[in-house]
T-cell receptor, first 115, second 114 residues
Framework: AQTVTQSQPEMSVQEAETVTLSCTYDTSESDYYLFWYKQPPSRQMILVIR??????QNATENRFSVNFQKAAKSFSLKISDSQLGDAAMYFCAYRSYNTGNQFYFGTGTSLTVIP | EAGVAQSPRYKIIEKRQSVAFWCNPISGHATLYWYQQILGQGPKLLIQFQNNGVVDDSQLPKDRFSAERLKGVDSTLKIQPAKLEDSAVYLC????????????FGPGTRLLVL
């Protein structure tokens, strides 16, 4: 099975600054999808950004962007101009292109935004 | 578009009691997932349905957990009997069939077993 590793259990960032959350994964597949999900305290998990492995261009959604390094199996999330509402648990997830729509999640990074 | 619905939102039971959770996925989503999320951890997949068939239930504790998805729409997850270690948030998610389907989550059911 694929594994997803988030090596930073906790991160903090000053409001309006930039922070990068790291994620690495292990797979032998060439086609797959990667996701970052955000889970605010006691609230619903929502999709932040998604990357298709066959695309070389890094995905961007407003203040959120990724640095996808396929050869290194690295998928980091950059949050620019951090806002108080960005405080949450962030989960990196992997989904196989071929086998059964299964998702694999990392253990999460808790992000604190300091006013 | 309505999101994934789950009920109840909160449940407190005593150990050895039974409990059931309900999930209604987004309309048209063929794939449905149940996850267990223990405090401070990432979601762990319990069972995955494709329409009304089971794709993966390798991490479902089958001696006490069961799930069904009759008619390929709504799903129920049952725990009988509950143990203290079952205290967690139970998340339901759904996605479109096919590899491009992003997973959408419901609000979760927070279970406390005393």
């Amino acid at each position: 099975a694929q594994t997803v590793t988030q090596s930073q259990p906790e991160m903090s960032v000053q409001e309006a600054e930039t922070v990068t959350l790291s994620c690495t994964y292990d797979t032998s597949e060439s086609d797959y999808y990667l996701f970052w999900y955000k889970q605010p305290p006691s609230r619903q998990m929502i999709l932040v950004i998604r990357q298709e492995a066959y695309k070389q261009q890094n995905a961007t959604e407003n203040r959120f962007s990724v640095n996808f390094q396929k050869a290194a199996k690295s998928f980091s999330l950059k949050i620019s101009d951090s806002q108080l509402g960005d405080a949450a648990m962030y989960f990196c997830a992997y989904r196989s292109y071929n086998t059964g729509n299964q998702f694999y999640f990392g253990t999460g990074t808790s992000l604190t935004v300091i006013p | 578009e309505a999101g994934v619905a789950q009920s109840p939102r909160y449940k407190i039971i005593e150990k050895r009691q039974s409990v059931a959770f309900w999930c209604n996925p987004i309309s048209g989503h063929a794939t449905l997932y149940w996850y267990q999320q223990i405090l401070g951890q990432g979601p762990k997949l319990l069972i995955q349905f494709q329409n009304n068939g089971v794709v993966d239930d390798s991490q479902l504790p089958k001696d006490r957990f069961s799930a069904e998805r009759l008619k390929g729409v709504d799903s129920t997850l049952k725990i009988q009997p509950a143990k203290l270690e079952d205290s967690a948030v139970y998340l339901c998610a759904s996605s479109l069939q096919g590899a491009k389907g992003t997973q959408y989550f419901g609000p979760g059911t927070r279970l406390l077993v005393l």
